[in-house]
């Protein structure tokens, strides 16, 4: 149950920021970001027809190809950057005092995937500094089968990988600022799939039936009968059975005495996926 409040708080957190996080995506980009590859470009030469709203994709190697200018090394240059040298080869080659607009129409370079449990699944760009809070945010926000943390598998300089966890709990519910990290180009955020999975329990409680409960979180003997509402006046809580496959899938059960597990003197038992607890009536 708990689990299931924290993801709902989480939509509803999520789904709250996704305006600002739109109206920030909206704003200019800051002059000091650096082209990069598959970027998307909008190239206008005044006087130039042939290079008059010209669009061209940035190659892996940083350059593009222009009508009666040829490759141009753009990689690693900011927008204004790529305008004052394409202004001079211009000069140089077309015609007298040119003036060059540049303007970045797609920044494949620095995008971010978001994957698995989240509403809006996909590549998201990173426009400025974006932090797993606000990419998050954009995707929606965690579905309700989502699991008990956030994977951020990030490219290292070598060509390796890492793999950065980061609680659920701790960055939604503590609010611990240093778990919202900020992101870097190429990273993919990763939310698994908790699996809901069901325990039975029937007989002497008041709402028997299947359990709905996360994979991540399977409840214990007395938390299942808790959430099954409890005991009737009639229960038999020396007799309680516990039914479950062994991993020949052959059944076996299990008798446990829930009056001395609340009194301490036996553990609680954790339950597995398909358990079927059997509460009986009491013959006295």
Known sequence: MRKTII??????LALASVPAFAAAAQEPVSAEYKIGAKDLLEISILGVPEINKLVVRVSEEGRIT???LGQVDVGNLSKFEVEKKLTQLAGEKIVVKPQVTVHILEYLSR???VVGAVEKPG?????????VLSVLSAAGGLTRDAGEEIIIIRQLAAGDSTAIRVPIEGLF???DPKLNIVLEPGDVINVPVDKVVAIYVF???KNPGAL??????????TQAIAQAGGFTDRANR??????RKDASGKEFEVNVSVRDILKGKIKDIPLLENDTVYVPESLF
């Open 238 to 243: 020396k007799r309680v059975s516990i039914r």
């Open 66 to 68: 222009l009508p009666m």
């Open 123 to 131: 590549p998201f760009e990173l426009l400025g500094r974006q932090t």
């Open 203 to 205: 007989g002497q409680v």
């Open 212 to 221: 709905q409960v996360k994979r991540s979180n399977l409840p214990t003997l």
């Open 111 to 113: 995008r971010v995937s």
């Open 173 to 175: 519910v503590k609010g």
């Open 7 to 12: 993801a709902a708080g989480l939509v509803a």
